[in-house]
């Protein structure tokens, strides 16, 4: 297999692959930060006691976690211009990565934000911190804390799951594995390439895991 | 204009159900090979023969270090070049196989390592050998925190198999795909979509709350 794998191909195609890289690195950060806002949102809904903020959050959060993120991308793609909506390929993307993602980053904080002793919100509440002091300074500091772990392996799934992006022609490196496949008909290199700079950021987001990981317990 | 629409959909309606047979024929094939593939890795990597660990650990590396998208394209686009001719409802089985294994192993390999060292060193000390201490002391023991992540993993491959429409199978989401072609009211048609999904995937996300819930409330017992 490895005679007829064309290498001069794919350092035509680097600075293609270099400029898809880089589109998936600066999605993927655009979508963590919408989606750690649409995350601290719908966490602090859900668990705001307000029946009237929890369960649109609720819905909001199971609706999202029961469907494909693929059919989600085509709701946004193919219903928000008949809404009179007109965003561009990206935006449309970083849209329904951040909302999906959201979802899950609201339930990661969750989790978080339980592990916060009884204790320590008593204190607050008597000390006369009113809910956005409570969170601000007592709760998400420490839920961010333990939570940055999973948050990380949320970030690694964002960065795979922007891929289907190259479904709507947005240029990161899946799109530019599809345009090397189509343009040269060398799929193995395309797809082998694309595969390895995912596998280089997949490596680099566990080894910032790890180093937390130490962190924390060390703590 | 959404009345005219919404009757075209319904008029549709019966396309939407062929797509969702294959997604549930094409889900179930993919998730009971999977379950079968993964438990058998799982176990085979807690075994103490460091290559087989070694071999199975880049396998898991690989395939949850790409995204199921190039997997899937690798599979149907590559074979071929190999002379390996496959129709797209196997590449998609192939694929889906391939991706769902090596989470499922994860898995069945952290619950084999979870259960505490005594017990397997008491097994071997009575005489059993590495595959009846497995058998009968540690798989049992495994088996109850494999159930609810293991559920959870059956929702993630659910929601993955979506992916497959890409290679032009005609499943739920290229049923909405093809819709929206004619039908330009992709809020209704990909909503109908996600309605088929959420039918499917919420009693199981449900079922894997339940089970985690069971789960804590018995441990903490102890």
New interface residues.
């Given amino acids: ?1 490895l005679e ?1 794998f064309n290498f001069r191909a794919i350092i035509d195609f680097l600075p293609l692959f270099l400029q898809g890289l880089k589109g998936t690195v600066l999605l993927s950060l655009a979508s963590l930060t919408g989606a750690m806002l649409v995350g601290i949102a719908a966490c602090v809904a859900r668990l705001s006691g307000i029946r009237l903020l929890a369960l649109p959050a609720i819905a909001f959060i ?2 999202i ?8 991308l ?10 009179g909506l007109r965003l561009s390929e990206s935006q449309t993307g970083i849209l329904a990565l951040s909302l999906n993602s959201g979802a899950y980053i609201a339930e990661i904080l969750r989790a978080g934000v339980m592990a916060v002793s009884k204790g320590q919100i008593e204190a607050a509440l008597s000390s006369g911190l009113n809910l956005f002091q409570r969170l601000r300074y007592i709760i998400l500091p420490q839920a961010i804390g333990v939570t940055i772990p999973a948050l990380l392996g949320q970030m ?1 799934v964002l960065v ?2 922007s ?2 992006l ?2 709507i022609s947005v240029l990161e490196l ?1 799109r530019a ?2 345009l090397m ?1 189509s343009e040269r008909f060398m ?2 290199e395309g ?2 390439t ?2 390895l700079f ?2 280089m950021l ?2 680099l987001l566990k080894m910032v895991s790890a180093y937390w990981q130490k962190r924390l317990i060390y703590r | 204009m959404w009345g005219i629409y919404f009757s075209n959909l319904m008029e549709s309606l019966p396309l939407f159900f062929k797509g969702l047979w294959i997604t549930l024929e094409v889900s179930l094939l993919s998730l009971l090979l999977s379950t079968l593939g993964g438990f058998l890795l799982g176990i085979i990597r807690s075994s103490k023969v460091r290559w087989l660990q070694y071999i199975l650990a880049a396998y898991v ?2 395939i ?8 899937i ?2 599979v149907f ?2 074979l071929p ?2 002379d390996i001719h496959l129709e797209a409802f196997t590449s998609a089985i192939l694929s889906l196989t391939i991706y769902g294994t090596a989470y499922i192993c994860e898995i069945v390999f952290g619950a084999i390592r979870a259960v505490p060292g005594g017990q397997v060193e008491a097994a071997i000390a009575s005489g059993l050998s590495w595959r009846q201490s497995m058998q009968h002391v540690v798989l049992p023991q495994a088996l109850r925190p494999i159930l609810p992540p293991l559920v959870g993993q059956y ?1 993630l491959l659910i ?5 497959v ?2 290679i032009g199978l005609t499943d739920i ?1 290229r049923v ?2 093809l819709t ?1 072609q004619r039908i ?8 109908l ?2 309605l088929f ?2 039918a499917i ?2 009693p199981l ?1 449900w079922l894997s709350n339940r089970l985690e819930a069971r789960m804590t409330v018995e441990g903490s017992r102890l």
């Fill in positions: 297999m007829a199971e609706i976690r029961s469907t494909p993120l693929l059919t989600q085509f709701f946004f793609y193919f219903g928000l211009p008949g809404l690694i795979k799951d891929a289907l190259a479904l899946t594995a599809q496949a799929p193995a797809f082998f694309a595969a995912y596998l997949y490596y | 590396d690989l949850r270090g790409t995204p199921f998208l190039v997997q394209f690798i686009f590559i070049e190999w929702v929601k993955d198999t979506a992916v429409s890409v989401t909405g795909w929206v330009p009211e992709g809020i209704l048609v990909f909503g979509v996600g999904y959420f995937c919420y996300i």
